[in-house]
């Protein structure tokens, strides 16, 4: 199963970035997915995750009000929108998917990582 991550970019602060993750060989309505990121010389961090039905959404609290997560589970989709982007964003953004019930959010540990794209944004 392989999940594919784009959309990631040099943008300056203030800016919006749009990620896309696809996941052809995936059940894709069968997991909960969600998005990380891992900055130079910090660990990787839970950004947001959606159910599998996008009935709930959750948020790390430093990209709540400023991101948006979405799918589409007709094109095998998940979406992260990023608004009034800051460097503190600057990370590498990876796509992951867990397989739970039908309104969970628990993305911890996922089935399937991505490779990850690179989201740089310039003060």
């Known amino acids: 199963v392989q999940l594919v991550e784009s959309g990631g970019g040099l943008v300056q602060a203030g800016d919006s970035l749009r990620l896309s993750c696809v996941a052809p060989?995936?059940?894709?309505?069968?997991?909960?997915m969600g998005w990380f990121r891992q900055a130079p010389g910090k660990e990787r961090e839970f950004v947001a995750s959606i159910s599998r039905v996008a009935s709930r959404t959750a948020y790390a609290a430093s990209v709540k009000g400023r991101f948006a997560i979405s799918r589409d589970n007709a094109k095998n989709t998940v979406y992260l929108q990023m608004n009034k982007l800051n460097p503190e964003d600057t990370a590498v953004y990876y796509c992951?998917?867990?397989?739970?019930?039908?309104?969970?959010?628990?993305?911890?540990?996922?089935?399937?990582w991505g490779q990850g794209t690179q989201v740089t944004v310039s003060s």
């Open positions: 992951a998917a867990k397989s739970g019930s039908a309104h969970s959010v628990e993305i911890e540990n996922p089935n399937y």
């Open positions: 060989g995936l059940t894709f309505s069968s997991f909960s």
